[in-house]
């Protein structure tokens, strides 16, 4: 079993859907989580970044983490074309180990 | 520059010959890590730099693979005697102090094809 949990997907919605992506995880100590969006033939864009359990809001973006379940949300609202992308969830212990570990992401395509 | 730089952005090569790959980080930026994603593994850390030390090699697959930074800037990932199972898109990040509190910026990448 892999520390990060995505599902595979691929995800289809109609644009102005509200789109909810996760992933669970299985190290306990992960103490910072981030959400990226990563474009074809692009590096990943860092989203959303929090740290411990609750919520963060920005724009039309949400992220959840509850770490008591060790699980994390993405929710995107009005989703337009221009959010298909791949998303990937990542998180990192404390302090000095600040190396991430990744979901395997998961392919969105928002349809016109 | 403004971001993450690295280069070359596509390398095709035959099995057997050595790669260098090649990061710039953020101007300023202490921390600098290394990452592989390929398509059955997704996105996996390489190695990590806190200037020009790597106090963290543990996600080096083989000892075919090694990293160097000089200056605390410029980083150069090689790759000796690349086989086929090393195509991959080899992605670098830079943080401020790598502390992880704070968030790490990706350039994007290079993508090694090993005939």
């Known amino acids: 079993q892999k520390e990060v949990e995505q599902d595979p997907g691929p995800l289809s919605v109609p644009e102005g859907a509200i789109v909810s992506l996760n992933c669970t995880y299985s190290n306990s100590a992960f103490q910072y989580f981030m959400w990226y969006r990563q474009y074809s033939r692009k590096g990943p864009e860092l989203l959303m970044y929090t740290y411990s359990s609750g919520n963060k809001e920005d724009g039309r973006f949400t992220a959840q983490v509850d770490k008591s379940s060790k699980y994390i949300s993405l929710f995107i609202r009005d989703s337009q074309p221009s959010d298909s992308a791949t998303y990937l969830c990542?998180?990192?212990?404390?302090?000095?180990?600040?190396?991430?570990?990744f979901g395997k992401g998961i392919t969105l395509s928002v349809r016109p | 520059g403004a971001g993450v730089s690295q280069s070359p952005s596509n390398k095709v090569t035959e099995k057997g010959k050595d790669v260098e790959l090649r990061c710039d980080p953020i101007?300023?930026?202490?921390?600098l890590y290394w990452y592989r994603q390929s398509l059955g593994q997704g996105l996996e850390f390489l190695i990590y730099?806190?200037?020009?030390?790597?106090?963290?090699k543990s996600g080096l697959p083989s000892d075919r693979f090694s990293a160097e930074r000089t200056g605390g800037s410029v980083s150069t990932l090689t790759i000796q005697r690349t086989q086929q199972e090393d195509s991959a898109v080899y992605l670098c990040?830079?943080?401020?102090?790598?502390?992880?509190?704070?968030?790490?910026?990706f350039g994007d990448g290079t993508r090694l094809s090993i005939l």
């Open positions: 101007s300023g930026h202490t921390a």
């Open positions: 990542a998180m990192s212990l404390t302090g000095a180990n600040s190396k991430l570990t």
């Open positions: 990040a830079s943080s401020l102090t790598g502390d992880s509190n704070q968030p790490q910026h």
């Open positions: 730099f806190q200037g020009n030390s790597a106090p963290d």
